[in-house]
């Protein structure tokens, strides 16, 4: 498999990516539809007053085109035919996406995190910023979390090894140059896999 080129200009910081291809099968629908479209406008609106711009959302299992999808106003669609396979799927079109764009950065959310909003966004993109190694990602109490900000320079790398449900984690694992930003303080980073009625959060 041939990595698609990843290079980018300058110009305008960081690109947000929302991975929401997945079907949701904990939480019984697509997430991109979770909760009436709630959690895909408060991830778009994280990461679009974090700084970001532009704005990709991933789509997967609810087809190629936002018909079914309430895609937030200023947000663009990517599809990523292969969504089934993984997460990593879906990262590697926002990344193909996002190297379409004068972009330097990503910073990566995935749908399901409704409470991770710009605060903690803008908090990870300025560490990365100012990291030699262009990398950041987010901390809660300890646990990694999103989002995950990650320079132009490593894009190829982290695309080759996003198979499966991995995403960056392979790519990320053991990095001592990854600087982790504490957001407790603004904000849980609790990934939601079932709907808010339900008793659990986390499986």
């Known amino acids: 498999m041939v990595p698609p080129d990843l290079v980018t200009t300058s110009g305008p910081a960081c690109a947000g990516i929302v991975l929401a291809a997945g079907a949701g099968t904990r939480y019984g ?15 778009v609106a994280a990461l679009r007053d974090g ?7 991933v789509l997967g299992a ?9 895609l937030p106003p200023g947000a663009r669609h990517v599809w990523a035919p292969d969504w089934a396979t993984g997460m990593g799927a879906s990262l590697r079109a926002g990344l193909k996406a996002a190297a379409g764009t004068p972009a330097e950065y990503v910073a ?15 908090r990870v993109t300025a560490a990365a910023f100012a990291a030699e190694s262009g990398i950041a ?9 999103h989002p995950v900000v990650i320079g132009h320079e490593h894009w190829t790398s982290v695309w080759r090894v996003a198979v499966g449900d991995s995403g960056a984690r392979t790519y990320l694992a ?8 504490t957001c407790d303080d603004v904000a849980t ?9 339900t008793s659990v959060d986390r499986s």
């Open 51 to 57: 700084g970001c711009d532009p704005v990709i959302v």
């Open 108 to 122: 990566i959310m995935p749908v399901d995190t409704p409470d991770v909003g710009a605060a903690a966004v803008a």
């Open 174 to 181: 053991g990095r001592e140059d990854m600087v982790c930003v």
């Open 137 to 145: 990602r987010a901390v809660f109490h300890g646990t990694p979390g």
């Open 189 to 197: 980073g609790l990934d939601r896999d079932f709907p808010a009625t």
């Open 62 to 70: 609810t087809g190629p085109a936002p018909a079914t999808v309430a």
């Open 29 to 43: 629908y697509p997430k991109a539809l979770a909760e009436g479209g709630a959690w895909l406008r408060a991830a």
